[in-house]
């Protein structure tokens, strides 16, 4: 029951989340690193990747798919986090240590999508 809870909650957060890098793009637009080239097609890129990520968990032919691209954007979201915690949020007053302390929680996101994505083999 608790795999399921959190797959459903996964899935809403990544459509959702997904969908604001076209609702809302500036947020991710500040958050990008400058040494990155074409920041707006790295955004609707990693928007439609989440988007298609939570819908694909939803549907078991697609879940495994789904958790490897979705840990896969994960990682190559983490420099974007970095970027944040080093600098700032451009127009965001943030303390110092929330934006540090958000790091971690890539792992607890990539640990989650694993749990409820990819299959444990049990004897």
Not at 2 to 21: E, P, Q, T, Y
Not at 31 to 54: C, D, F, N, Q
Not at 81 to 86: D, E, G, M, R, Y
């Amino acid at each position: 029951m608790a795999r399921k809870i959190v797959l459903w909650a996964l899935a809403v957060f990544f459509i959702v989340a997904g969908a604001n890098h076209f609702l809302t793009p500036a947020p991710y637009l500040a958050m990008m690193p400058p040494y990155l080239p074409h920041s707006r097609w790295l955004i609707a890129i990693s928007g439609v990747a989440e988007t298609m990520g939570g819908i694909g968990l939803l549907f078991p032919q697609f879940r495994r798919a789904a958790g490897w691209g979705l840990i896969a954007l994960l990682i190559a979201i983490f420099p974007a986090n970095i970027q944040v915690a080093l600098h700032g949020w451009p127009g965001v007053s943030i303390a110092g240590w929330v934006l540090w302390a958000r790091l971690p929680f890539q792992l607890v996101f990539i640990g989650a999508v694993a749990w409820v994505s990819l299959p444990c083999h049990r004897r």
